[in-house]
């Protein structure tokens, strides 16, 4: 899943930024709200942590400017305001949940998880195909019952292609769905990693998974 972070606190956001990308997201981080809207515009994102005390334009600004339509990320308040009269501000303006500075990374991790299950974003954690099996929760995928070892980007790919089974994704879809957006890297390099998925799967038994579409880009159909 892709997610946006929204905090002015260089220190905060750098370290949200590492837990996050560990636990399996995707990640971007802008320090201010007119940089949160520039991201907001140019990707589309499942999650939002999001500061209410930002410089340029604040947390309740950004939370009025998201989409209304299906492009809409689920969005959780994290601010250091601990008010009653701050968190029903917060809700009505959109948010979908509210923690209060101080807080435990893994009660932030355990509410996004929340958010994501939600109806409009719930997606099962289990996949299973040709005998390979995933599990997005526990970030571990085998084939016939035997672990297969991959990197996170690997298994970032992989999970995409089998949620998407059946339709062709260009190499520049992956490329933006599995990068952030301030990678330097060339989506040529999505060949590299599909071609060493590939590989693992092959020597697992399952060499045919992924097939390329010349021209077109890359599915499991």
């Known amino acids: 899943m892709k997610l946006l972070i929204v905090e002015d606190s260089e220190r905060l956001r750098r370290n949200l930024r590492q837990g996050l990308a560990g636990a399996g997201f995707v990640v971007d981080a802008a320090a201010d709200g007119v940089a949160a809207a520039g991201f907001l515009a140019g990707f589309d994102y499942d999650l939002v942590v999001l500061d209410l005390m930002l410089p340029r ?15 809409r990320p689920r969005t959780l308040v994290l601010s250091a ?3 009653v009269g701050d968190r029903v501000a917060a809700l009505n303006a959109g948010a979908d949940d509210y923690l209060v500075k101080p807080f435990a990374f893994e009660e932030l991790l355990a509410r996004l998880h929340a958010l994501a299950r939600r109806p409009a974003l719930a997606q099962s954690p289990l996949l299973e195909h040709a005998g390979v099996a995933l599990d997005s929760h526990a970030r571990n995928a ?4 035997a672990p297969l070892a991959l990197t996170p980007r690997e298994f970032a790919l992989l999970e995409l292609l089998l949620r998407h089974r059946g339709r062709v994704l260009a190499r520049a879809e992956i490329h933006e769905r599995l990068a952030g957006s301030d990678s330097t890297a060339s989506d040529r390099g999505v060949e590299v990693l599909v071609f060493g998925l590939r590989r693992k799967l092959a020597a697992a038994g399952c060499a045919a ?5 010349r021209g077109a880009g890359y599915l499991i159909p």
């Open 209 to 213: 998974l992924i097939e390329n579409r």
């Open 142 to 145: 085998c084939v016939h019952g």
């Open 81 to 83: 305001r601990d008010q």
């Open 57 to 71: 334009r604040d947390g309740f600004e950004v939370l009025r400017a998201l989409p209304r339509d299906g492009r």
